[in-house]
T-cell receptor, first 120, second 116 residues
């Protein structure tokens, strides 16, 4: 199956600093990437949807200035947590899908391994 | 709005016993349905999916799921559980793609523990 890789898998930072997490599709071109946040023992909450070359669409309640998403190429999307605070500590997971917007998609998402952010 | 309910937060089964994880969904049309498994500290792995056709879907690792429209359910089953199946299982529902990506809604998950 298709491979999606996230980096870093674990990051610790000081409060007030910014952290960038990368999500790469290694063997396919991802027209759409999704970013999720997962709190301990809870489900995945969709944060935003990003399409290559356009602005990300954020879910209600997600601060777009806090969580900057860039999808500069068909194989890379980045999530930058700006001015991180302890409450931003979480497990962030990306997923990617491919397809032709004109004809529809397979519908399958491929997930990265996740990135655990700890803000001190 | 679409939603997914997984009624069981935790389930414990003995190795070799059968397993059924429940999933109920709410969606205004025919949905895409998925089951994912997550090991601790890991991303999600797709077990199986239902788009259309045969309502009994076979997946990886010996799992299967049955789509029952009348009950709005998509329960996951396995005839004989292995200790390595211990993990968190998520049911998800999404719209049939019409352009722009497949936006899934996840259930809260069911934590499976396997007793040896």
């Amino acid at each position: 199956g298709a491979v999606v890789s996230q980096h870093p898998s674990w990051v610790i930072c000081k409060s007030g600093t910014s952290v960038k997490i990368e999500c790469r599709s290694l063997d396919f071109q991802a027209t759409t990437m999704f970013w999720y946040r997962q709190f301990p023992k809870q489900s995945l909450m969709l944060m935003a949807t990003s399409n290559e070359g356009s602005k990300a669409t954020y879910e209600q309640g997600v601060e777009k200035d806090k969580f900057l998403i860039n999808h500069a190429s068909l194989t890379l999307s980045t999530l930058t947590v700006t001015s991180a605070h302890p409450e931003d500590s979480s497990f962030y997971i990306c997923s990617a899908s491919w397809g032709n917007p004109r004809t529809g998609m397979d519908g399958e998402l491929f997930f990265g391994e996740g990135s655990r952010l700890t803000v001190l | 709005a679409q939603s997914v309910t997984q009624p069981d937060i935790h389930i414990t089964v003995s190795e070799g016993a059968s397993l059924e994880l429940r999933c109920n969904y709410s969606y205004g049309a025919t949905p895409y349905l998925f089951w994912y498994v997550q090991s601790p500290g890991q991303g999600l792995q797709l077990l199986l999916k239902y788009f259309s056709g045969d309502t009994l879907v076979q997946g990886i690792k010996g799992f299967e799921a049955e789509f029952k429209r009348s009950q709005s359910s998509f329960n996951l089953r396995k005839p004989s559980v292995h200790w390595s199946d211990a993990a968190e299982y998520f049911c998800a529902v999404g719209p049939i793609f019409t352009g722009g990506g497949n936006k899934l809604t996840f259930g809260t998950g069911t934590q499976l523990k396997v007793e040896l």
